[in-house]
Structures are given as C-alpha cells and as structure tokens.
C-alpha cells in the first residue's frame, strides 16, 4: 500500500500565554486574569512540520484542538500558517493528560489518518505524557522527540535527539510524531492571513469529560529565587568580575 | 536703411530638399506624439481617461509642470548639474522657439499671407536669443560630458549616454557653422547681433567663389536637419524619453505627506464587510499601482537617490535608482517577480525608509515605495527572517517590540502621572521610552522639564501600546491597523486633544498615517514642545562655549520638514555647528524601516559612517532627537571607540544639563 499523499492530523494545544503572566509579589501566585491565550511554541513546530510535509508530499492536513469556545482563535491561526480542516474539541478542564489522551484518541479513531504529529509536551505543564499515552490507546507506534520527519511512500524516517547523539527511526505508518523544537522555525502567518483563514469553516465538537481530578496541584506558586543585586558603573571593574563568573559556570 | 532688417530665407535651398523637410518634420512630430501617448496607453490608461483628468487637473498640472519642469524646484539642488541641466534645458528651449518662429515666419505666414514676423528689432532680439540659446546649450553638453568622463562621481554611463551628448554638440555647432556660412555670404551690418556666428563667419574666407559656398551650406544644411530627425526619432528609446515622460510625471503627481504611507485595505472594513478577497503588496511589477509605473517610467537614470542612499553608502545590495531602472525595463509585460526580479530580499530589508532618494529624484519619483510593496508581499507569503518574525510575534503578544509586559509601562508612572480628562496633553513615551534603558532616561528627562515649566500633562502607562510605525514599514499592515485601532480607541476613551510624543516616528506616524483611521489630534514632538518653553522663558537656558553638532532625524527632517527647533534649542545654549550632510540632506543613522530589529548584509554599518561624519565637527557633543537615531549613534560611538571624543545627548537632556536653576 502506498500512502502517498499522506493524511495527516496535527494536534495543537491552546494555552494562557506565560511570557505574559505575572505573579502576585507577596504570595507568588499566578495572576491569569486577563492573560491572553496562545498557541503553545511546540504545536507551532508540529503545524509548520505537518504544513512543509503537505507542501513537499501533498496531502491534507487536520487540525484538532482540545480546548474551549475561545479555541476557535487559535484554530484560524493554524488554517493561516496551512492547516486544511479544523476540528475544536470543547470540554477541556485542564491539567490531566489521561482524560486528553482519551478524547483525543477517540477523535482520532474516527479520521483516516498516516500521521499524527503534535509537540512533545507543553509549557504549562510540561507532563510531556500525551505522546505516550497516544501511542498506547491508539496502539500505534511513538517516533518522539523528532527533528527531523522525512515521510516515504511505505514508512517515514525521523530522526530523534538525544542528549548528546542523534537516533534514526523508521517507522511504518500510521505512526505517532511527537515533535522538538529544533525542528523547525513556525512561520508567521500575516494578520491578514488569519482573518482570511478566519472566514473557514470550524467543526465545533463537545467531548464528555468526567474525570479530571485523579491528577491534584498542591502548589503553583514561583519559587523564590534571590539576586544578589550587585551594580557596577565602571564597565572595567565589571568586566573581571564577569568573565570569572562565566568561567566558573562553563567548568 | 538700405535693405530692410529681415531675416533671411532658405533662398539657396531647393523646393525638393524643402519638401522632404516638411515630410520628416510633420512624420517625426506625429511618430514622437503617438509614442507618447502609446506609454501611457500600454499601462492601459484610455484616452478618454487621459483627457478627463487634463479637465479635472489642467491647473495643478500647469503650474507643477513649471515649478518642477520649467523652473527646475529640484533639479537646481545639485549645483554643477543644476545649472548644466539648466543650460541644456534653457538652451534648447529657446532653440526650439526660435526654431518654431522661423518656421512660422517662412513656412506658414510668408506663403500664405506674405508678410513674416522675423523683422525689425523684433528680429534683432530673436537672433541675440537664438545664438545665446545656442552657447547655453553647448555650455551645459560640455559639463555633461566632462561630468561623465571626470568620473568623479558615482553616475552610470552607457553608449546611449555619449551617443546623445556627441549628437547634440554636432547638431548645435552645425547650426551654428550654418548661420555663419550665411552672413559670410551677404554680411549685413544688422548681422552683428548673431554674434557668435558673427565672429565665426570670419573662419570663412572672404572671396570665396559664392557658388561654392552655396553648395557647401545646402550639404550642411541637409546634415542638419538629417542630425536633428534623428535625434527627435532617437528620443523614445533614449535618455531623453525623458522631456515627455518625466515632465508628465511632475504633472500628474498627486502630492501626499511624505510620512504617510499607501493604504491598501481598511482593516475596520475588512473585519465588518467580511471582503476580504484583495492583495496587498507586489508580487510581481504588475501588481504595482499605476501611479507606481508612470512613477517608474519617468526614471532617466540620474543616479540622485543612489548618491543620496544610506543603504548604497554602507554597500548593501539595495540601489533605488536600480529598483526603478529594473521596474521601468519591465513595466509593460510586468511577469517579474519584485523579490527577486526586482531586487533582492536582502536589498528588500535593507531600506531605511529615511526617503533620502525621495527627497533627491527631481521628477518626484518615490523609490522606496517600491520596497514597502515588495516587503508587504513578502510579509504575505510568510518570507520573513527570524528576528523580523519575532518582532510581529512581540507586537501581537505584547504590543511593544521587545517582547516585555505591558504592565511594565507603568514603571514610567514614577515620574510622571496618569492622563485623565483634566491634563491637556498627554506625553507619548513610546517602546523607547517604555523599555530602553537610555530611552527611559529620556522620557524621565523631557516628564521632568514639563513637569518643571508647569505643563499639566499626563502619561499612559501600560494602557499605551506600540503605534505600529515599524510593523507598517515593514510591509505588516495587518498588525499596523490592528495597533492603530486599539490605540486611537484609548485616545477616544480619555478624549485626547494633544499628543506630545518622544519619538518622531510616533510623532509622524500620529501625524500622517492616524488621521487616514480617524485620529483628530494635535501632534507634536518633544523638540518643539520644549523649544516653545524655552522660547517663552518657561524653561532658562544658560549660555556655554560648547561646540554641539546636530543629527537630523528623518522623521522630523526630511520627512516632516522641521528643522528649526532642534537648531533653536542646541543655539540657545551652545554654538552649532552643522555636519556636511545636514537639514533635508541628512543621513540616516541606519535603524528606520525596522533595521533597528534586524540585520541585512553590508560591507558597513550606516551608524559607523554617520557617526564618523559626527566626527569630522570636531563637536564635543552631538545632539540627537530620536531615541533610535540615539542607540545607534551611541552603538557606533562605542565600536569606533569614540566615547571619549563626543557624548551624544537627546535634546531635551541638553536643555536639562544646561537649565539656570
């Protein structure tokens, strides 16, 4: 069988943006008030690797958020950078990669699919669960940690970062891609890119979701960390001082 | 009076020569005419569409014809090729009149009604004009061709170049020997008034057989008019396409502000209509405006804005004149693509937008509005470098271009309070003051002397976002307009009446781009502001020795013509002294258009070579109003190591240095 050209679903996560969140400075919580959302860096790499298979190899690409109503913001920025069909989940409540697995792949079981592409964990929660548990509802392989996807008529070839080497894989489809961020640089659609892509059509869905407290935060609160506030004027005096301290961190 | 003072008739030359005369006149005439009119018909502009517009416009168009054309506002602003091209211009002028005066005399008033008009003082007159005509024209090919030859400034020369020099000293030395030849032949007293020709008839032997020397003027004359034919047929494929192209573009120009850029959809009525279906930007050179391709054609190669061009001087790839020249070779078909057809990506992201080249073409050709289109489709089809990209990121996700919270805008509350509806102007810190170290200095500076001389203002902290000038610059005009309507709504909110910004390119961005999305406001910068509190003794100024050199910013300068109140302010306490390239003629310090974000390839850094120029004053201190033109001036002053020879000072922290108490 050959698979060209090649079905695949991205998987994107809407988060609160966090380079913008503050913390309240006496008990150190989180302030989410009024926090934008944003789509997390690594969906970006997964869409811009999903969208460059598409452009290289063809095929069509779906879009699927887990999410809530305001998710369909995030939906149209994806259909500006390449996504063919959006599909937004809502029900999310956060915070349990078991109940997002779940829905997930029980969406995905519904869809023709080759790939599955999605980053390998947030930077809200940084669980980095989701791939795994993917794989093993779906029973499809996992091919993690990926820089690099090169998609073939029968398998795909990807190559996996290690610490301080590089894996090579080879997986015969339909496989699971869970992507780095060295992978690729997101491109940026235009802001008239996306209120054009704002005009598609996006499938609105409700999953049921009952459990989603087996998973409790005790704390969220910012470590304290404490500066040693040291100004120097004279850039002379500095300098030494500097270079020392860059010395010492690189032994 | 013996024999009448009349000028003489082509009395030696015979009827056929005459009537291939008149043939090739009336065709070339015809065939110059129709090509003409042929330019403007490919970019598919009707002939109906052109007279509608001489209707509406015949006024506008007369007198920029003359003031640009005939009396050369901008040409003249080079010395040696002002005045050459005023020689060449005057000089063929009155050949041409002088010409058509003859023609009318003996061709059509003599034949017909058999008086002429080329007698008496009259006659005198035009002969003084016409070998006068003759010298201006000679004079100014002279300086054209040494100008080329000498090579001592940047000018590209080609064979078209010589072929039309050469050709027209020929033809005007020709008419010259022509006349002589005649008054060596019937030497009539009143001929004295030809009197280059007068002196030049004594070349010719004064017995010569007259049956020769009617032979040798027939052949002559023949040459002539063969010399003038051919170059009037050469005129559509030459250099001097230019007498009707260009003088037709400084007609037809339609005059906007310099700071205010092309608008190609209204955001507001995109997102409310739901029409979203139109293109912005040029892909290829067909989709630039038509007003863009008559700019184009009007091109001669002069080479101005090349000379003039920061991006050129630093050794980019970026060549205005070449943008234009490569438009122009191509207007017509138009299937090439702008980037790289056209020019590089590289040479895209390399303009400044100081409008340096704008200020030089003398046929008010916009050159770098052909690198905003290029930018916005490159915008548009994601071709955008990685800092470029995090810059839009930042702006979205922020509002500000580094990426900082927006509540740390607030910090600047410390000096100054927050607008309401009972301040009467509210002081505009922009990302610079927000954000940059030095910038915020600056605006704690200017809060400190309005808060001094009693100004009742207010600032607004984190609910003051980036204005979008950058992101517009840099072909984004969808974040550009999102910015504009979010802010002009807070302005709404507090009822702003009065906007004192920090920085000239909030000030012309507020000034020239805001009013188009419904901003009504009074706009000034800092520098005007505080020259009026100094100018009313609201802030005293005390007198020192210091020798200060100023930096013009494009923003105020060139693009907004204010010059004075920087000078105000650095005289009323030092002595100016003004760098080589100053005023309308100052140069960039290499961060507009958004190179302050990124980097384009160059042998050198724009900073470096005004910094240097700085330098040549031997000015102890360089006075700076902009906070960009400031951290770059400052960036170079430190690589050139030059911190120890002149400190640069944003203008207000001048008049702060040097206030009386």
Redesign the interface.
């Given at each position: 069988m050959i698979y060209l050209p090649y079905n695949i679903i991205v998987l994107i996560k809407q988060i609160l943006d966090i380079d913008q969140m503050k913390t309240n400075q006496s008990t150190g919580e989180p302030i989410t008030e009024g926090v934008p959302m944003r789509i997390e860096n690594l969906s970006k790499n997964a869409i811009e690797a999903a969208v460059r298979i598409k452009e290289k190899y063809g095929g069509k690409l779906t879009g699927i958020i887990f999410g809530g109503e305001q998710s369909s913001s995030a939906m149209k920025e994806a259909y500006a950078i390449g996504v063919d069909e959006g599909i937004v989940i809502k029900g999310y409540k956060g915070k349990n990669p078991s109940v997002t697995a779940r829905v997930l792949s029980e969406k995905i079981k519904t869809l023709p699919y080759d790939m599955v592409i999605l980053g390998n964990q947030s930077a809200d929660t940084y669980t980095g669960l989701l791939p795994g548990k993917l794989s093993s509802l779906l029973n499809v392989p996992l091919l993690g940690n990926a820089v690099s996807i090169e998609p073939g008529e029968k398998e795909v070839k990807v190559t996996r970062v290690l610490e301080d080497h590089n894996v090579i894989l080879k997986g015969n489809f339909p496989v699971i891609i869970s992507v780095s961020q060295e992978i690729n640089e997101p491109r940026l659609p235009a802001v008239l890119q996306i209120i054009k892509a704002g005009k598609r059509e996006i499938k609105m869905e409700t999953a049921s979701v009952q459990d989603s407290s087996s998973i409790k935060i005790l704390s969220d609160r910012a470590p304290k960390s404490e500066r040693k506030k040291e100004v120097y004027e004279e850039p002379e005096k500095a300098i030494p001082v500097l270079t020392r301290v860059i010395k010492e961190a690189m032994l | 009076m013996a024999a009448g003072i009349v000028s003489p008739t082509l009395v030696f030359i015979p009827e056929l020569e005459l009537i291939i005369l008149y043939v090739t006149s009336f065709s070339a005439a015809i065939f110059v005419l129709y090509w003409w009119y042929r330019s403007y018909r490919c970019l598919g502009i009707s002939i109906t569409a052109i007279l509608d517009y001489i209707r509406k416009n015949w006024k506008a168009m007369i007198s920029q014809a003359l003031s640009y054309g005939a009396f050369h506002k901008k040409t003249a602003k080079n010395a040696y090729a002002g005045v050459m091209h005023l020689l060449i211009f005057y000089g063929m002028l009155i050949l041409f009149i002088s010409t058509s005066l003859i023609a009318l005399s003996h061709d059509i008033l003599k034949p017909l009604f058999h008086f002429g008009i080329l007698t008496g003082t009259f006659y005198l007159n035009f002969e003084v004009w016409a070998n006068t005509g003759g010298l201006m024209l000679i004079a100014g090919l002279c300086m054209a061709l040494y100008r080329r030859l000498a090579k001592k400034i940047k000018l590209e020369s080609v064979f078209d170049d010589y072929i039309l020099i050469s050709g027209l000293i020929i033809l005007s030395i020709e008419g010259f020997f022509l006349g002589a030849l005649k008054i060596a032949l019937f030497r009539n007293g009143f001929d004295i008034y030809r009197y280059i020709e007068w002196y030049l008839s004594y070349i010719f032997p004064a017995g010569m057989n007259v049956n020769t020397a009617i032979q040798v003027y027939r052949e002559l004359w023949l040459v002539h008019i063969l010399t003038a034919f051919a170059l009037v047929i050469y005129l559509p494929f030459s250099k001097f396409s230019h007498i009707a192209l260009s003088w037709t573009n400084v007609a037809i120009k339609k005059f906007h502000p310099r700071g205010q850029l092309s608008t190609p959809?209204l955001?507001s009525e995109?997102?409310e209509t739901?029409n979203?279906d139109f293109t912005?930007g040029a892909k290829e050179v067909a989709n630039l405006s038509t007003p863009m391709k008559i700019d184009s054609l009007a091109c001669t190669n002069c080479g101005r804005c090349e000379r003039a061009c920061p991006a050129v001087l630093s050794g980019s790839d970026l060549d205005p004149r070449l943008v234009v020249q490569n438009v122009k070779a191509v207007v017509y078909n138009g299937k090439v693509e702008m980037v790289p057809g056209i020019l590089s990506e590289n040479a895209a992201w390399a303009c400044t937008t100081c409008q340096a080249c704008v200020e030089e073409c003398p046929v008010l050709i916009d050159p770098h509005s052909f690198v905003i289109e290029a930018r916005r489709n490159l915008?548009?089809e994601?071709k955008?470098s990685?800092e470029a990209?995090q810059y839009?990121?930042n702006l979205?996700?922020?509002q500000n271009p580094y990426?900082n919270?927006?509540?740390d805008r607030d910090a600047l509350l410390k000096f100054g309070p927050k607008y309401d509806s009972s301040k009467e102007v509210l002081y505009w810190a922009g990302c610079m003051g927000a954000f940059d170290p030095r910038g915020k200095k600056i605006a704690e500076t200017v809060m400190g002397l309005l808060t001094k001389a009693g100004v009742n203002f207010g600032i607004l902290g984190s609910e003051e976002k980036c204005n979008g000038e950058t992101a517009r610059r840099m072909g984004?005009?969808?974040?550009f307009?999102?910015l504009v309507l979010q802010n002009i709504d807070t302005f709404k909110k507090y009822n702003v009446k009065k906007i004192i910004t920090a920085c000239p390119h909030c000030y012309n961005t507020f000034k020239n781009e805001y009013p188009k999305f419904g901003l009504q406001v009074e706009v000034v910068h800092h520098s005007e502001f505080l020259a009026k509190l100094v100018d009313d003794g609201k802030l005293k100024v005390r007198k020192t020795d210091e020798t200060v050199t100023l930096h013009d910013p494009c923003y105020l300068g060139r693009v907004n013509g204010e010059y004075d109140n920087t000078r105000f302010i650095v005289s009323s306490f030092g002595n100016l002294k003004e760098m080589e390239k100053s005023r309308q003629n100052s140069m960039c310090c290499g961060a507009g258009g958004g190179n302050y974000w990124y980097k384009v390839k160059s042998q050198d850094s724009i900073s470096h070579l005004r910094m240097q120029q700085a330098l040549d004053t031997k000015a102890t201190k360089l006075a700076v109003a902009c906070p960009f033109c400031n951290a770059m001036m400052d960036d170079a002053s430190r690589s050139m190591d030059a911190q120890n020879k002149i400190e640069i000072k944003d203008i207000s922290e001048l008049i702060s240095d040097n206030l009386e108490n």
């Open positions: - | 959809f955001l995109a997102l739901g979203i912005v915008v548009m994601n955008i990685k990209g839009f990121n979205t996700n922020t990426g919270s927006p509540s984004e005009e969808g974040r307009q999102e």
